[in-house]
DNA sequence: TATGAATGAGTATTCATTCAT
DNA sequence: GATGAATGAATACTCATTCAT
């Protein structure tokens, strides 16, 4: 819609696909300069990685964050969509809540650095804010009241402030051993269950 | 001894008195700066708020770890020492780790990019986290023992782990009311109390 | 081959030609800055004397030997060609070797500093020791041994030996009346032909 | 007289054996000093290798060319000395030029970066420009005189220009195994011998 | 539209030299 | 006289961002 004509069925614009390619591209090597020197890499790196110049990126992307989102937008949706399914799969809300978190764990200790750049309050950053947590806040949100719902907890706890919890344990996760974001993670939502001290 | 013998009542060495002060001034600065900026500030914005030139910066602390420890230096070892005292004092164990964890957590939240800062595993803060942890650690794994050794957590989770975890919850906490990182730790701390799923 | 086939005429990059005379006026600059405050001068006054920002400086030129080794590279190719066509041109091999060995001192005694800096071993002006070394070491090396075969010399000395030596005698040999590295160097050129003591 | 009453016998000022051992202290360190990190190391390595502050250095040698001619005064006289008696000793003048001209190299060479900073012509080391060619240029022009009066050399080469040569020589030798200061000096002095080219 | 050259602010760090104690 | 704390100029280098081609 937003992107207009779709709806004709026709060539729509040549360029149009020639840039979709272009931009794809340039999310491909922005992912993989992600995983080998964290979100905060150089735009400079990412450019030659996708064999772009440096003013390309800024043309798409114009903010660090807007690329940063761009990059995950596919599995911030997959993981949005998986909430609902997870309520009517599992056996409790509780449970469900747990396995969502899991998944968003996932997603977040493989990306280096993105966890720590989730939580920046810089401006510039409300881009990313917006893209990770309007989108996944909702979803938490709704099974976080399932499960309130059915008596598992009874905290008052906020979906972003869980999120936001759970997205500062998954820090610094990577390359440390001894340190194991799963475990904490998992005592959070344990913790959940039963009466705040 | 070379001039800790004051005691003794004599001058000594009146240069050290000097140098002391400026070195605690430096050391308000540094936490002032801390607050505002975060511990990353710039070396050259700390020292003009000591006013000071930056020479005297490194002179006293070489590397910024060493500023950092410094600055708070008082306050790890208040933490540390609380422990014993608090295990003493509390009910149980494991309400003596709450309030304990308690500590810890006033200690980071205000302290404006400490905890993130904290989970750096860039070389040269190996001093912070030597200040850090390996004083905390002891006292946090004794108090985890206390519990698991009453029977109130079964949770072979380490010290150094929660401590990572604690800390890590509490970045971003100062500036976000939408986030309490007190709440998060206690629900973590309540999670250890019962089986992990 | 990217941008080498300017014989086809068509256009290629636009960009590269302003690059290239910006490239230019960089050298120009340097050379300037060089003669004036030796080559070791501050890479902010080279800037400021081509007009450009330093980044500009370290894009075109990453270390400081690349860019000495650019200022001087058409002197030194045209002192490496010289090489083989005054051993033509002259009456004795050895005669060839006193006129090549002008040819170095004009160079190096003109460039305020070169001398001293190419005689240092600090890592990063390897670039430069290939450029000025790698080069022309060979050449001498090529007329010493015509001398040699010539039975004109008897030394035994290397042509690296004997270019440090020269180099040596042109540090500090501008600016001061009182010393001739020419007549040095000519000495020591003469001392070849006889026995050693 | 300044220094008061020496003349009455009695224990004259005891300050002024502590000043001058306190200054021989110091110039066995900076000598220690120097032979490890050069006569260019910082002045606050030299205090401390003397156990001294650095206002001590500076009180005793305002400037640093005052503490490299200090540091080697005893040398530079030795070899000052060494002149006249070698022309007494050796065979011919051109002899005991070549070996004077051994002992100045061998004192240049072992002194790390000395030879270096001895052609520099910034201003403040005019002091060890004195010290040195003062004390020595006329000792080594005494020395091609006699040479020259015994027909050995015709050179009209003054005895400054050939110091300085022979200082450059030895510029960086030590070090470089490729480099042998003085087989290209022995070329030097041999060249003196014949009939400028 | 794409490119990538140019810019220059920002930051760390060293070290000679001065001067209050 | 001795000390060494304080000063701050000097310099290198990186990288986000702009804009002419």
Redesign the pocket.
């Known amino acids: 819609m937003k992107d207009g004509d779709e709806g004709t069925g026709q060539a729509a ?1 040549p ?2 696909a ?2 979709r390619r ?2 794809e591209s340039l999310l491909d090597a922005a992912a993989a300069v992600f995983v080998a020197s964290g979100v ?6 990412i ?1 030659a990685k ?11 992307f ?3 964050a807007d690329l940063i989102t761009a990059v995950y937008q596919h599995q911030i949706d997959a993981c949005a969509e998986a909430g609902p399914r997870l309520l009517e799969t599992s056996a409790t809300p509780h449970a469900a809540l747990a396995r969502w978190i899991d998944l968003f764990v996932d997603f977040l200790v493989t990306k280096h650095g993105l966890a720590a750049v989730l939580q920046s309050d810089s401006p ?1 950053f409300e881009t990313l804010h917006s893209s990770f947590l309007d989108r996944l806040v909702p979803v938490c949100s709704e099974l976080l009241e399932a499960a309130a719902g059915a008596g598992e907890i009874h905290s008052d706890l906020g979906a972003y402030e869980l999120m936001r919890g759970v997205g500062n344990l998954c820090i610094g996760a990577e390359g440390d051993s001894r340190y194991d974001a799963r475990r904490l993670v998992a005592l959070l939502i344990a913790g959940l269950r039963q009466p705040q001290s």
Chains 1, 2, 3, 4 share one sequence.
């Open positions: 614009r360029k149009r020639d840039a272009n931009e905060e890499a150089p735009v400079r790196d450019a996708a064999g772009v110049g440096v003013g390309t990126i800024y043309r798409h114009p903010t660090r510039g």
